[in-house]
Antibody, heavy 119, light 108 residues
Framework: EVQLVESGGGLVQPGGSLRLSCAASGFTFSSYDMHWVRQATGKGLEWVSAIGTAGDTYYPGSVKGRFTISRENAKNSLYLQMNSLRAGDTAVYYC?????????????WGQGTMVTVSS | SYVLTQPPSVSVAPGQTARITCGGNNIGSKSVHWYQQKPGQAPVLVVYDDSDRPSGIPERFSGSNSGNTATLTISRVEAGDEADYYCQVWDSSSDHYVFGTGTKVTVL
């Protein structure tokens, strides 16, 4: 079964750091682009970062310079290092797989992990 | 940055057809994807590349895209279709992925 399982969420103070992990199974992890998408409570979806199969990375302006996406293919794992966290980063963070055709769709999603930034 | 606009809500009676629009500048030139999200659950891809369906998605879900508007159509609506729906594209000019504002579908 194709599956993504996130972990690492929790409560962190403003200015603090947190590292999220996503464990992939059921597919050849190294062959897919991977993404992080977040959703604040009661709000819409926001793309947070992407990493290609070659390790190329992409970020929106809202997190660029603060968040770092990485992958470890030998461990079938995706990571998101989040630094200088702000209250506005509070959200459920989803790990998602990019579609194999390179169309830009997210075809598999994890169940999400909650990040709360508060003092 | 590229903006995708959806109506906040759509209401439809069971058995009828729901149409959810997604507006964006020349969106017809992009590949549009649609997601269904039920309360407390992760999003699920229901239509990709404008009009294709992943395996396991009912034929009642279809999509179209032309000009400045993409549309997700849900035929013969069922109570279980009640959810939030999001459109999404990849903006090649910025290498960013963009989601629409989301539409809540209510089955009357």
């Amino acid at each position: 079964e194709v599956q993504l399982v996130e972990s690492g969420g929790g409560l962190v103070q403003p200015g603090g750091s947190l590292r999220l992990s996503c464990a992939a199974s059921g597919f050849t992890f190294s062959s897919y682009d991977m993404h992080w998408v977040r959703q604040a409570t009661g709000k819409g979806l926001e793309w947070v970062s992407a990493i290609g199969t070659a390790g190329d990375t992409y970020y929106p302006g809202s997190v660029k310079g603060r968040f770092t996406i990485s992958r470890e293919n030998a461990k079938n794992s995706l990571y998101l290092q989040m630094n200088s966290l702000r209250a506005g980063d509070t959200a459920v963070y989803y790990c998602a797989r990019g579609d194999s055709s390179g169309l830009g769709a997210f075809d598999i999603w994890g169940q999400g992990t909650m990040v709360t930034v508060s003092s | 940055s590229y903006v995708l606009t959806q109506p906040p809500s759509v209401s439809v009676a069971p058995g009828q057809t729901a149409r959810i629009t997604c507006g964006g500048n020349n969106i017809g030139s992009k590949s549009v994807h649609w997601y269904q999200q039920k309360p407390g659950q992760a999003p699920v891809l229901v239509v990709y590349d404008d009009s294709d369906r992943p395996s396991g998605i009912p034929e009642r879900f279809s999509g179209s895209n032309s000009g400045n508007t993409a549309t997700l159509t849900i035929s013969r609506v069922e109570a279980g279709d009640e959810a939030d729906y999001y459109c999404q594209v990849w903006d090649s000019s910025s290498d960013h992925y963009v989601f629409g504002t989301g539409t809540k579908v209510t089955v009357l």
